[in-house]
């Protein structure tokens, strides 16, 4: 995603364009913002997912005794309680992921009509498209 920063017009030296467009302006920045969140959410989820799903395999394949890293401490644990404590954080995580990824489109949709309409009105002078 391009940063597309918009500023709405007035304290910066610019006319101010309209109440209308610097509310839309300022909601356009509101929206870059919790995308750019979200997206950076959805990144670290999936990397969480990536080291679990290689422990759990790592896990399966082993043979030798498992441990579990509780406050800086390192615990033995039963293998089968490992293994279904991983499988039950994974599809927490699955779950989490789905809705976040649900809210990145949400977001964007609402991103991308915004910055449509927006375009639509400065290229207007900041006034609405009139409807021919």
Known sequence: MVDGSISPGGPSGQPPLGGDI??????YNKLEKQLQLVVAQIYQFEAQKIEMQKALELIEQSKEPVYK???GVLVKVERDK??????KSLELLD??????????????NKFNRLAKQLEE????????????
């Open 69 to 71: 890293s509780v406050g």
């Open 95 to 108: 779950i989490k992921l789905k809705k976040l990824k649900e809210q990145e489109e949400s977001l964007q």
């Open 22 to 27: 610097d509310k839309e302006i300022v909601e």
């Open 82 to 87: 490992a293994l279904a404590d991983l499988k």
């Open 121 to 132: 009105r400065m290229s207007h002078g900041g006034l609405p498209p009139t409807s021919a």
